[in-house]
């Protein structure tokens, strides 16, 4: 019996030490999460208003929040095993959320992407060959190729010239 009333006794300090330390790690996960959502709820009214530069702007600190909750979570999350598949489940929506709010930005403002490597789906509505080299082009958008087939998919850097948003793919 005495080994019941020791467990009885020390249980409770054990608990609140674990109660604690999950406390120290998850409330901070915790702030984290409200200063992400914060930052997503500024973008709707940015949105709708046309701002895109403004959304433009939330992206690195999105980024870096998540990056940093990201971390600690890796190494800290480990005391709660739940909490920490809640967190790294947060963490990567919150990366899903990220590359929808570029791809908001780079549709309606492309050129805030000047010298920026992006990528993005692309339909062509017409292609001019030149010496060496294609341009297909749809809008205000050029993507160059040194081939006359190119994926939908592009990733390239981001050049504004003449109020022209230039991809120029023969350029690695």
Same mark, same amino acid.
């Given at each position: 019996? %005495?080994?019941?009333?020791?467990?009885?006794?020390?249980?409770p300090k054990w608990?609140? *030490? +674990?109660?604690?330390?999950?406390? *120290?790690?998850?409330?901070?996960?915790?702030?984290?999460?409200?200063?992400?959502?914060?930052? /997503?709820? %500024?973008?709707?009214s940015s949105k709708?208003?046309?701002?895109?530069?403004? /959304?433009?702007?939330?992206? &690195?600190?999105?980024?870096?929040?998540?990056?940093?909750?990201?971390?600690?979570?890796?190494?800290?999350?480990?005391?709660? &095993?739940?909490?920490?598949?809640?967190?790294?489940? +947060? @963490?990567?929506?919150? $990366?899903?959320?990220?590359? %929808?709010?570029?791809?908001? $930005?780079?549709?309606?403002?492309?050129?805030?992407?000047?010298?920026?490597?992006?990528?993005? @789906?692309?339909?062509?509505?017409?292609?001019?060959?030149?010496?060496? +080299?294609?341009?297909?082009? @749809?809008?205000?958008? %050029? $993507?160059?190729?040194?081939?006359?087939? /190119? &994926?939908?998919?592009?990733?390239?850097?981001?050049?504004?010239? @003449?109020?022209?948003?230039? /991809?120029?793919?023969?350029?690695?």
């Amino acid at each position: 019996m %005495s080994k019941i009333k020791k467990f009885l006794k020390e249980f409770p300090k054990w608990l609140g *030490l +674990y109660l604690g330390l999950c406390g *120290l790690v998850f409330f901070n996960l915790f702030i984290f999460e409200e200063a992400q959502q914060q930052i /997503i709820f %500024s973008t709707w009214s940015s949105k709708t208003a046309g701002e895109w530069y403004l /959304i433009k702007g939330t992206i &690195p600190l999105l980024e870096k929040i998540n990056n940093t909750s990201s971390t600690i979570n890796k190494y800290f999350g480990w005391i709660n &095993p739940i909490g920490y598949l809640a967190y790294h489940a +947060y @963490n990567q929506a919150e $990366v899903e959320q990220i590359k %929808s709010l570029k791809a908001l $930005v780079f549709a309606n403002s492309p050129e805030l992407f000047n010298g920026e490597i992006i990528e993005f @789906n692309f339909t062509q509505s017409e292609m001019i060959p030149e010496n060496e +080299y294609y341009i297909f082009k @749809n809008g205000n958008i %050029s $993507v160059l190729s040194a081939h006359d087939k /190119i &994926p939908q998919r592009i990733t390239g850097k981001v050049q504004f010239i @003449n109020q022209e948003i230039i /991809i120029d793919l023969r350029k690695k």
